[in-house]
């Protein structure tokens, strides 16, 4: 079976940064893209980063460029994003996600972790 588990969410004020990890388990994480998506209060799912499945090319919304890196340790079937300068904008549901190339689509995700930026 097929799990995602995020974590590391919680409440910091803008400017400050947070680190998400995500535990996967039930498949072979190496084999897969991983995305982080995010949602905000009343709106839909924003793609906020991907990572290939050896780690060497990373992807990013033009939102959170050179604020938010994306990271992957295989040998522990782990997905990571640091987040600095948060924003209060960056205040979301945030989900771990798994691409699947043979449906070109995000085919798991986690339960997600909360993340709100607020003074």
């Known amino acids: 079976e097929v799990q995602l588990v995020e974590s590391g969410g919680g409440m910091v004020q803008p400017g400050g940064s947070l680190r998400l990890s995500c535990a996967a388990s039930?498949?072979?994480?190496?084999?897969?893209?991983m995305s982080w998506v995010r949602q905000a209060p009343g709106k839909g799912p924003e793609w906020v980063s991907l990572?290939?499945?050896?780690?060497?090319?990373?992807y990013y919304a033009d939102s959170v460029k050179g604020r938010f890196t994306i990271s992957r340790d295989n040998a522990e079937n782990a997905l990571y994003l640091q987040m600095n300068s948060l924003k209060g904008e960056d205040t979301a549901l945030y989900y771990c996600?798994?691409?699947?190339?043979?449906?070109?689509?995000?085919?798991?995700w986690g339960q997600g972790t909360q993340v709100t930026v607020s003074s």
């Open positions: 990572i290939k499945p050896g780690g060497g090319s990373t």
């Open positions: 996600t798994r691409f699947s190339q043979d449906t070109s689509a995000y085919d798991y």
């Open positions: 039930g498949f072979t994480f190496s084999n897969y893209d």
